[in-house]
């Protein structure tokens, strides 16, 4: 059973910028964030050659892994007040060497972390 524990939440003003972390107990292969109610936000694959993101976060949101650390992390600039909830670490052992948008691809959550983006 992989654990997923979240780090790097809080509160910031619009504009701003949180960085999100996820440590993973043991190595994973597609990895991503989701956010209120299991809503995508971006996917990395294991290499990292695949990288997806949802519309209204392309070009503010970075998603990245470390492999060796078995870490993700989810580098988030211009923060706008609706990117306010609770963001959730996802993670597969499926072996693929891709990444999924859809959250029943994932077998392992987070508990989540609240971000909140005050206007």
């Known amino acids: 059973q992989v654990q997923l524990v979240e780090f790097g939440g809080g509160l910031v003003q619009a504009g701003g910028s949180l960085r999100l972390s996820c440590a993973a107990s043991?190595?994973?292969?597609?990895m991503g964030w989701f956010r209120k109610d299991r809503e995508f936000v971006a996917a990395i694959s294991w290499s990292?050659?695949?990288?997806y993101y949802e519309d209204s976060v392309k070009g503010r949101f970075t998603i990245s892994r470390d492999n060796v650390q078995n870490t993700m992390t989810l580098q988030m600039n211009s923060l706008k007040p609706e990117d306010t909830a609770v963001y959730y670490c996802?993670?597969?052992?499926?072996?693929?060497?891709?990444?999924?948008?859809?959250?029943?691809?994932?077998?392992?959550w987070g508990r989540g972390i609240q971000v909140t983006v005050s206007s």
């Open positions: 990292g050659s695949s990288i």
């Open positions: 043991e190595r994973t292969f597609g």
């Open positions: 996802a993670a597969t052992r499926a072996l693929s060497s891709t990444a999924s948008r859809t959250s029943s691809a994932y077998a392992y």
